[in-house]
């Protein structure tokens, strides 16, 4: 695996198991990037997304408002569109989680990957 190029979106929430803990952590270790849609539920906590130290776990943002849907579940660290997206039907931490994916992939040419994930907070909470 080429690790410090790598960008793995999980646009999935599930229950823990200490197997997936596992993978998530040994990816991570390796250099890749992992972005976590937090889930769609704002009673409990899913996983892989709950693994925020080895994860950016995203929320998702209602486009109109501005503010955190209603849906999202904790923890995240950072919001991207899952909301009223054009040309997607369908709603969901799963859809705001790809933008993030995104920006983390164009970033890795830039910057070194130890840096991408507090850049991207940084960067997407400036307007908070």
């Known amino acids: 695996m080429s690790n410090k190029r790598l960008v793995i979106n999980c646009s999935f929430a599930t229950g823990f198991t ?4 596992a993978v998530i952590k040994k990816l991570h270790n390796a250099g890749a990037v992992i972005v976590c849609a937090s889930g769609n539920d704002p009673q409990a906590s899913f996983f892989p997304a709950s693994f925020v130290e080895y994860v950016i776990s995203v929320g998702s943002l209602n486009r109109y408002t501005g503010k955190v849907s209603a849906f999202t579940s904790e923890p995240y660290e950072t919001v991207a569109p899952g909301e009223y997206i054009r040309g997607v039907d369908g709603l969901g931490t799963s859809f705001a989680s790809p933008h993030v994916a995104g920006i983390a992939a164009c970033m890795l040419s830039k910057i070194p ?15 908070e």
């Open 18 to 21: 200490p197997e997936l803990e």
């Open 113 to 127: 990957y130890e840096q991408i994930e507090t850049k991207i907070i940084e960067w997407l909470r400036e307007d």
